[in-house]
Structure formats: structure tokens, C-alpha cells
């Protein structure tokens, strides 16, 4: 994991609650990513942010918005969560460009549970 | 939109021997990249080789390497002397470049390594 954490790794809320996931990184990268993980469907990607306040959606982005005010963080918000978005959730960055691009580097993972 | 097949949800193989993992691809486009990432139990997202599509040869990192057909749109993982810590989900991804560098991944295929 090194330069890029998730936090929090484990949360159950439950349904109709708000909930924020966070994806700190300290490479400097441009490009960050939120992909969720289910299985039978590989990882999708919810949203992405190419730069700063730069942002925009992925394949599955219904119930869920980002935000990025600085380079290194990039936060996925659940406004109110339902039992569909249990999930695994990993952040991805990628410097981009070059012999780097497409290279992305994964979070741990961020387990969460809506019940 | 591109999409990844991966048509073996599980495959098993016994330690030592060799094993391929199938993985084809939709795309129109003729520049991209593709990979195979790792996924232990561990749940860490792990790149294990990475394939330019401009180029003929075939990728190869240690024990892992590919078949890549760029005209059947095919992109196998081989693994040879299969080792217990190969024991992983293996997903194959596509992305192109200059293109915000975000990947479109397959379901999957988990890999069991018998002793």
C-alpha cells in the first residue's frame, strides 16, 4: 500500500445513512480512481478525477459522488446508502503517461457493510 | 464501451505444473494496453505484467507471461512452475491511453494451486 491508503478499511452502517470513504496518497499522481468490487462482476469503476475539483463519472456512478480539493485526497460519498452498495471499494492512482500509463497502483480495500 | 471477457470463473492446476488463464477483449481502437493483476487473499490489487498493444512481442515477467493476439483480440496469462503463492483471483484489464489512463476490467478467474 505504500503511498496510497484507504480509510476507514471496515465500516457498517446502515441503510439511509451518509457515508464518506477517503483515499489519501503522498505519490503526487494525477489521475485517482474509485472502483467497487462484487462478485461475478470484477471492478467497476464509480468515479475518477484527473486533477484537482477535475472529476467525472464511471460505468456505475448512480448514489455516489466524489470530491477532490486537494491532489492527494480524493473522498467517495454514499449520501445515503443502501444494501446494493456493500461492497469492497478500492482507490487507484496513476501517474499517467509514458511507460506509466494505464499503471494503476490500488488501496487496500475498504469493506463496507449496509444493513 | 470496451468490455473484458474472462470466460473461466475458476481454474485449478498442481503446483509445478503450467497454467494459462484466458482473457479477450472488444475494442475498435488500435493503441492500448492491457494486464493481468493479482488479487491473494490478502485482497491487495497486485500488476503482474503489463502488454503495449503496438508491440509483437509478447510480455514476460519471471514465471508469467502472455499470448497476446492482437487480431483474435485475445490475451492469455501463462504461469509456469505454479507455486502455492500463486494462489490468487486473477483479473485481466484494457485501457487506452490519453484517455484519463482508467481501466475496464474482466470478472475474474480464481486460481487454486494443488499441493
Known amino acids: 500500500d505504500a503511498g496510497i491508503t484507504q480509510s476507514p478499511r471496515h465500516k457498517v452502517t446502515e441503510t439511509g445513512t451518509p457515508v464518506t470513504l477517503r483515499c489519501h496518497q503522498t505519490?503526487?499522481?494525477?489521475?485517482m480512481y474509485w472502483y467497487r468490487q462484487d462478485p461475478g462482476h470484477g471492478l467497476r469503476l464509480i468515479h475518477y478525477?484527473?486533477?484537482?475539483?477535475?472529476?467525472d463519472k464511471g460505468e456505475v456512478s448512480d448514489g455516489y459522488s466524489v470530491s477532490r480539493s486537494k491532489t492527494e485526497d480524493f473522498l467517495l460519498t454514499l449520501e445515503s446508502a443502501t444494501s446494493s452498495q456493500t461492497s469492497v471499494y478500492f482507490c487507484?492512482?496513476?501517474?499517467?503517461?509514458?511507460?506509466?500509463?494505464?499503471?494503476?497502483?490500488f488501496g487496500a480495500g475498504s469493506r463496507l457493510t449496509v444493513l | 464501451a470496451q468490455t473484458v471477457t474472462q470466460s473461466q470463473p475458476e481454474m485449478s492446476v498442481q503446483e509445478a505444473e503450467t497454467v494459462t488463464l484466458s482473457c479477450t477483449y472488444d475494442?475498435?481502437?488500435?493503441?492500448?494496453?492491457l494486464f493481468w493483476y493479482k488479487q491473494p487473499p490478502s485482497r491487495q490489487m497486485i500488476l503482474v505484467i503489463r502488454?503495449?498493444?503496438?508491440?509483437?512481442q509478447n510480455a514476460t515477467e519471471n514465471r508469467f507471461s502472455v499470448n497476446f493476439q492482437k487480431a483474435a483480440k485475445s490475451f492469455s496469462l501463462k504461469i509456469s512452475d505454479s507455486q502455492l503463492g500463486d494462489a490468487a483471483m486473477y483479473f485481466c484489464?484494457?485501457?487506452?491511453?490519453?484517455?484519463?489512463?482508467?481501466?475496464?476490467f474482466g470478472t475474474g478467474t480464481r486460481l487454486t494451486i494443488i499441493p
Open positions: 502488454q503495449e498493444a503496438y508491440k509483437q
Open positions: 475494442t475498435s481502437e488500435s493503441d492500448y494496453y
Open positions: 505519490e503526487n499522481h494525477r489521475y
Open positions: 487507484a492512482i496513476s501517474a499517467g503517461g509514458g511507460s506509466g500509463a494505464n499503471v494503476l497502483t
Open positions: 478525477s484527473y486533477g484537482v475539483k477535475d472529476t
Open positions: 484489464a484494457y485501457g487506452r491511453p490519453f484517455g484519463n489512463e482508467k481501466l475496464t
